[in-house]
């Protein structure tokens, strides 16, 4: 089953549209950081995803002192301002295979420079469609909300998807 890496962002939209669980019906191997469940500071998103965690339905993974030490080293070698839980679930992406879902535009550049594989809140949009989890209806007013919600979202290609949905 491939698997996908979650960023904070990434939690924190599907949160803000009542989507987590969905999240965790796709046919995807979930997995996020320690470092990324540390940045939610809501004690709701916190509490959520506690327990999708607890049943087992995405995977928290830590790291080791030597995987902390070439974290560290990567993080003082990238251009740009990444943090180091970015840098952490780049180095858990790329050390997996995994594809890393992030929202984070400096992530992405900096992921794909390394040969990570990104997606992003679309795609998983896209794939809970694709999967009969959520109706095409449903995904678009779900859309909408998440763009009055978070305003840094790629606008034109939100609005092609909810009138393609909408007009199914």
């Not at 989890?133 to 092609?160: C, F, G, M, Y």
Request: proline share 3%; glycine share 2%; with cysteine.
């Amino acid at each position: 089953m491939e698997i996908i890496v979650n960023d904070t962002n990434i939690f924190i939209d599907l949160y803000s549209v009542d989507l987590l669980e969905a999240l965790c019906e796709l046919p995807y191997e979930i997995r996020t950081i320690d470092f990324v469940i540390a940045e939610i500071k809501d004690p709701k998103q916190t509490e959520a995803l506690s327990v999708l965690a607890t049943e087992g339905k995405f995977k928290v993974e830590s790291f080791n002192s030597e995987e902390m030490t070439e974290i560290i080293t990567e993080q003082l070698n990238v251009p740009g301002n990444i943090s180091f839980t970015d840098c952490s679930v780049c180095f858990y992406a790329r050390k997996h295979s995994a594809t890393l879902l992030t929202g984070d535009r400096q992530l992405r550049k900096y992921a794909e420079a390394t040969d990570v594989a990104v997606k992003g809140i679309l795609f998983i949009f896209d794939e809970l469609v694709a999967n009969n989890i959520v109706t095409p209806n449903e995904a678009a007013l779900k859309l909408q909300k998440l763009l009055s919600v978070n305003v840094r979202l790629p606008k034109s290609e939100i609005e092609k998807r909810i009138y393609s949905w909408i007009n199914k």
